[in-house]
């Protein structure tokens, strides 16, 4: 049974507050962003290497792996603790709202996140490019992705990135509302399976993947440029508004009305759900 969605902005408020104490210790912070980075870059390579071969024969299963193998991205920067911009974006929106934090502060997280995200992709795409490990019909899939990325307008690159962002600020929100590690692993690999396969645009994700485009001659550094320039404001309204501040307004306190004396009043809580109670007018709980 998920928390109330009032205890789980509770929880926001107290994370947005634990990461901006976090990002005043510089190093540690852009360590542990670089780390995010890095982890989806394991997906983005995973991704190349199992889907490559199926993308060259045109296989129909293509994205439906891409998506299936994907949830790996997530899982590292959750179980094993990193700090990723495109989640931070709803985390430090919610302590915002919830005045836990300032607003120089959550943009202190997400600049800091953001350039060591960058760090930790170019590095790892770096190290995978040194091993030789992405080869053949993997390095062809960088190739394609890069070129089709690139075509794209700068609209549809925002348009794409805010749908990713929603469903990957999702994924997090829902996995900060169970207690259980088996349910969040579920809700994180539903929610970005449902990105990838949809085509959508993860600003991080494309840190790596263009990278791995420079190193191996396929892509430049200004593609990136170009790219991150459109998804990272999309991302940003993408988890920022569609989800952080979408539910920091669903759980913020509402005024019940007044009961007429002499009628019946039905007592409910409307965050949670539970059944309606009826309660005496006048009475208080």
Not at 46 to 62: D, I, Q, R, Y
Not at 128 to 153: C, E, F, Q, R, W
Request: proline share 5%; with cysteine; net charge positive.
């Amino acid at each position: 049974m998920p928390i109330t969605i009032p205890e789980a902005m509770d929880d926001a408020g107290a994370l947005a507050t634990t990461k901006v104490a976090a990002s005043r210790t510089l190093p540690r912070y852009l360590l542990s962003s670089a780390l995010a980075g890095a982890f989806v870059g394991v997906a983005v390579v995973l991704l190349a290497s199992v889907s490559g071969p199926l993308l060259a024969v045109e296989s129909p299963w293509t994205k439906l792996v891409q998506g299936v193998v994907f949830g790996i991205a997530l899982t590292l920067v959750v179980f094993a603790g990193a700090e990723l911009f495109t989640g931070n974006v709803m985390v430090v929106v919610q302590g915002l709202v919830a005045r836990r934090i300032r607003a120089v502060e959550a943009a202190a997280v997400l600049v800091a996140s953001l350039i060591g995200n960058f760090v930790g992709s170019v590095g790892f795409a770096a190290l995978v490019h040194g091993g030789g490990s992405l080869t053949g019909p993997g390095a062809d899939l960088v190739a394609k992705a890069v070129a089709a990325k690139d075509a794209l307008t700068g609209p549809q690159l925002l348009w794409r990135s805010i749908l990713c962002n929603l469903l990957v600020c999702l994924a997090l929100w829902m996995a900060s509302r169970t207690r259980s590690d088996g349910a969040k692993l579920a809700v994180l690999w539903w929610a970005l399976l449902a990105f990838i396969a949809s085509g959508f645009e993860h600003s991080v994700a494309n840190m790596t993947l263009f990278s791995l485009g420079v190193f191996e001659g396929s892509a430049t550094w200004g593609q990136l440029a170009r790219n991150l320039s459109w998804t990272v404001p999309g991302n940003m309204i993408g988890g920022g508004v569609l989800v952080g501040l979408a539910y920091a307004w669903i759980a913020s306190p509402t005024t019940q009305p007044v009961p007429v004396r002499g009628s019946v009043a039905l007592a409910a809580d409307p965050h949670t759900g539970t059944d309606l109670v009826p309660q005496a007018a006048g009475t208080r709980r």
